[in-house]
């Protein structure tokens, strides 16, 4: 075969790659899920850049450096570096690979195995270009398979999406964690100091013979348990500490987790809620389902090809001799052409089982995909209905902080003057230190209820 019959050939081969698909009609299955939230949402829209969402400028560096050092979201990377090999890989299955090569070879042939009688050497020296089974794809079977890959990397994109979304809501909720506890440590500190002086003072009316033993005794009381507040937030700052230092991936310095100003953390509570389809379009979650779908269909065109016949074909052109010397020279010209069918005849049910395990993949896939649906609607949902609550509690517990404030100083200017006892001043300041610890809590609350909402809205990309 010359080299323009080998073009040819390699011509007609490519013609016939365009044969016929076996992979289903691909149709997105029906959302299990209401059409609209039962809370009423905000105004549709696109979710905001975790940039734009969160304002304090210490906690976006923060998420700046985990995206940066995670090792997680490293891992995540590297796997979409993976899918793409892998894609690239089946991709170039669809195509002949052409190599060149150069061969040589001697052989002794004793006499008693020749035809003539006498031993003798022989040798022989080929050089050529061509393909060796480059399978012809007439009913798609490498196209499938090159369709799986293509939604298998899409899907780890997506994967390597959700992982960053992730980590940004866990480092800001370990952030507003550790700012909860830094506040509860001062509340802390500030109610033993005044747990400490009021201790002194009736020490000292005790000694007067004004106090009692028992106020003496609830005195002490109210400090011992100051101190096991003040020593139980000193822990949960340095754990809290500790549980940011491995999200960000690096070491933080005291500046880095520093108690940050009220103002800053605020967060915009007028999240761009939409329906649900609009949802579905953002949460990466739910599109890395879908791919993995996509994928499973495609397994079942694959292994419907299994079904027919495969054509296979090898081609070489080039030059051969038994001189070296002789290798480029002319009338040495040698071509070889082999196709090959194999047709399946009976091979004990593998390929109709391996439809079978394809087909059931397939409906596995779906169930995946309308249980993802079905966790961001809840996700979403529950964001929508707590959100107006906590404010709501909020405000309540700000309020009650200013009663319990106004009463506790009532209770000891009562008592200081003699008209009640010190175990009323005693529970109001229990109970004004109960309701600032609640108020943190429910601030804590709201901020981590925002956090969750914008995760479920597909938030924290970039």
């Known amino acids: 075969m010359s080299h323009g019959n080998l073009k040819a050939a390699l011509a007609l081969a490519m013609g016939l790659v365009g044969g016929c698909s076996l992979i289903p009609a691909y149709e997105r299955p029906a959302a299990p899920v209401a059409s609209e939230w039962k809370t009423p949402p905000a105004e549709a829209g696109g979710v905001l850049p975790w940039g734009t969402f969160f304002h304090d400028p210490q906690l976006k560096a923060l998420i700046g450096d985990a995206l940066h050092n995670n090792r997680d979201l490293r891992v995540s990377l590297l796997n979409i570096e993976k899918a793409r090999a892998q894609y690239r890989i089946s991709r170039a299955d669809l195509l002949p690979s052409i190599d060149a090569t150069v061969s040589g070879s001697s052989q002794r042939t004793p ?39 293509l939604e298998a990397y899409l899907q780890t994109v997506e994967a390597q999406r959700s992982t960053q979304i992730a980590l940004v809501a866990e480092v800001a909720n370990a952030y507003y964690q550790l700012q909860a506890d830094m506040q509860l440590l001062v509340l802390s500190k500030q109610t033993l100091d005044s747990q400490q002086q009021s201790y002194l003072t009736t020490r000292s009316s005790y000694q007067e013979d004004v106090a009692t033993e028992l106020d003496l005794s609830q005195a002490e009381s109210t400090v011992r348990s100051a101190q096991a507040s003040e020593a139980k937030y000193q822990r949960l700052v340095e754990q809290d500490r500790n549980a940011l230092v491995l999200l960000v991936g690096k070491p933080l310095s005291a500046e880095q987790l520093a108690a940050a100003a009220l103002a800053t953390m605020a967060l915009d509570a007028a999240l761009p809620a939409g329906l649900p389809s609009q949802v579905l379009t953002q949460r990466p979650d739910i599109l890395a389902a879908e791919h993995a779908l996509k994928a499973a269909n495609a397994n079942v065109g694959a292994a419907r090809a299994a079904f027919f016949p495969s054509i296979s074909l090898t081609a070489s052109a080039g030059s051969a001799s038994r001189q070296l010397g002789d290798l480029f020279a002319g009338g040495q010209g040698a071509w070889s052409f082999v196709p090959s069918i194999n047709v399946p005849i009976f091979n004990w049910g593998r390929n109709q089982a391996n439809l079978d395990v394809a087909k059931v993949q397939t409906s596995i896939e779906v169930a995946n995909y309308q ?49 009640d006892t010190y175990l009323n001043s005693l529970d109001a300041q229990r109970n004004l230190f109960a309701s600032q610890q609640e108020l ?19 938030g924290g990309s970039q």
């Open 111 to 149: 006499a008693d195995l020749s035809a003539d009688g006498r031993s003798g050497t022989g040798h022989r020296y080929d050089a050529g270009v061509g393909f060796a089974s480059y399978e012809l794809d007439f009913f798609g079977r490498v196209r499938s398979l090159n369709e799986q890959a």
């Open 371 to 419: 249980k993802a649906i079905q966790v961001a609607f809840q996700e979403v949902s529950d964001g929508l209905a707590a959100r107006r609550e906590l404010e709501r509690q909020v405000t309540a517990q700000a309020l009650l902080v200013k009663a319990n404030s106004r009463s506790h100083a009532l209770a000891e200017q009562r008592y200081e003057t003699g008209v």
């Open 440 to 458: 943190v809590s429910t601030q804590l609350a709201r901020s981590q209820n925002l956090i969750a909402l914008y995760k479920a809205l597909g």
